[in-house]
């Protein structure tokens, strides 16, 4: 028997095309209806520009990243989850924030803006997608899912049968995974 305790970190925070993939795979949405969306989203002041290749944000954005989270707090749907965030401190590791992977990008990762008043108005597809990248802002800045692996080999009649468990010790932002 081998045991091993075991991480797997958070996802990173979305570019373009890891939205319109995750979009598309939960919603059907196409690449082009993904980012007409997106595209409305940001104009209505619900996220920040769509049109990256990057999932970072630099340093100084970490301000924004706490008020977003903060003002989640007022959402039924996020409240919950929100407030056990900021009392755990969010995760802000290189997979967030990370200055030098910014270098040679425009714009930085997509994430929510604060505002979070009058998503009633919103499109339901619009609204799919807002939820989308308010789930992974919150998962990118929870705690790693840790696990305990268990291997077991047996033998019985010259044959060996091979067993592994798994247990949670801890879901972090898994608990929220959309997979």
Same mark, same amino acid.
């Given at each position: =028997?081998?045991?091993?305790?075991?991480?797997? *970190?958070?996802?990173?925070?979305?570019?373009?095309?890891?939205?319109?993939?995750? !979009?598309?795979?939960?919603?059907?949405?196409? !690449?082009? %209806?993904?980012?007409?969306?997106? %595209?409305?989203?940001?104009?209505?002041?619900?996220?920040?520009?769509?049109?990256?290749?990057?999932?970072?944000?630099?340093?100084? =954005?970490?301000?924004?990243?706490? *008020?977003?989270?903060?003002? =989640?707090?007022?959402?039924?749907?996020?409240?919950?989850?929100?407030?056990?965030?900021? +009392? %755990? *401190?969010?995760?802000?590791?290189? /997979?967030?924030?990370?200055?030098? !992977? =910014?270098? +040679?990008?425009?714009?930085?990762?997509?994430?929510?803006?604060?505002?979070?008043?009058?998503?009633? /108005?919103?499109?339901?597809?619009?609204?799919?997608?807002?939820?989308?990248?308010?789930? /992974?802002?919150?998962? *990118?800045?929870?705690?790693?899912?840790?696990?305990?692996?268990?291997?077991?080999?047996?033998?019985?009649?010259?044959?060996?049968?091979?067993?592994?468990?798994?247990?949670?010790?801890?879901? +972090?932002?898994? !608990?929220?995974?959309?997979?």
């Amino acid at each position: =028997m081998v045991k091993e305790e075991k991480t797997v *970190a958070p996802p990173k925070l979305y570019d373009l095309t890891t939205l319109q993939r995750d !979009a598309n795979r939960l919603f059907g949405f196409t !690449a082009k %209806q993904t980012l007409e969306y997106t %595209q409305s989203l940001y104009e209505k002041k619900f996220t920040t520009y769509p049109r990256t290749d990057c999932n970072y944000i630099s340093e100084d =954005m970490r301000g924004k990243v706490i *008020a977003v989270v903060s003002k =989640m707090v007022d959402r039924e749907e996020y409240s919950e989850r929100s407030r056990r965030l900021l +009392g %755990q *401190a969010l995760n802000f590791d290189s /997979r967030v924030i990370n200055n030098k !992977a =910014m270098e +040679g990008h425009d714009h930085h990762a997509i994430i929510p803006e604060e505002n979070t008043d009058s998503l009633d /108005r919103l499109t339901e597809r619009e609204r799919n997608v807002y939820h989308l990248v308010v789930n /992974r802002l919150l998962c *990118a800045v929870d705690k790693p899912y840790t696990y305990s692996e268990t291997n077991y080999e047996f033998w019985c009649n010259d044959v060996t049968y091979k067993l592994k468990t798994v247990k949670p010790l801890e879901f +972090g932002w898994k !608990a929220y995974d959309t997979e």
